[in-house]
C-alpha cells in the first residue's frame, strides 16, 4: 500500500525565486513564485514538481568536501555535454574544480548546489 502519490524535490536557496528562474531556464519548465517570494516551484506536464524554499543563513554545499555535504544532487540527462556545458553556464552556472568522471560533469547552481549533467 502507497502512503504517498509522488515524491517532491525541495531545495534550500538564498533566493528561491532566482534558483526557481535557473532550473525552469534550464529543464524548460513554468516557474511559480508564491507573492512574498521565499517559495518557489517549476511544473512540467510529466514529473512531478521541484520546489525552493527560501532559508535565512544558507550555507551551500561543499563538494567533493564534506564540510557542507551536498546531501542530495540533481542528475540532468543531456546528448552532448559540450552543448549543456555552455547552456548551463549562460543560465549561471559553475562548473566544479573537480571532475570526477567522463560520462558526466559537475556543475554548481547559482545557489551552490551541485548537479551533474550527464550524457545519454
Known sequence: MAIAKQPVVVLDAPDARE????????LDWQVRVDDDGTWAEITSDSWP?????????????SWP???????MHLDVVVDDLDVAEAAVA???AGKAA???GETFR???DPAGHPFCLVLN
Do not use: M, N, R
Open 19 to 26: 534558483l526557481a528562474e535557473f532550473y525552469g531556464e534550464l
Open 49 to 61: 514538481p521541484i520546489c525552493f524554499q527560501q532559508v535565512d543563513d544558507y550555507h551551500a554545499p
Open 65 to 71: 568536501s564534506q564540510a557542507h555535504p551536498q546531501q
Open 90 to 92: 549562460e543560465l549561471g
Open 98 to 100: 573537480e571532475q570526477p
Open 106 to 108: 559537475v556543475f554548481l
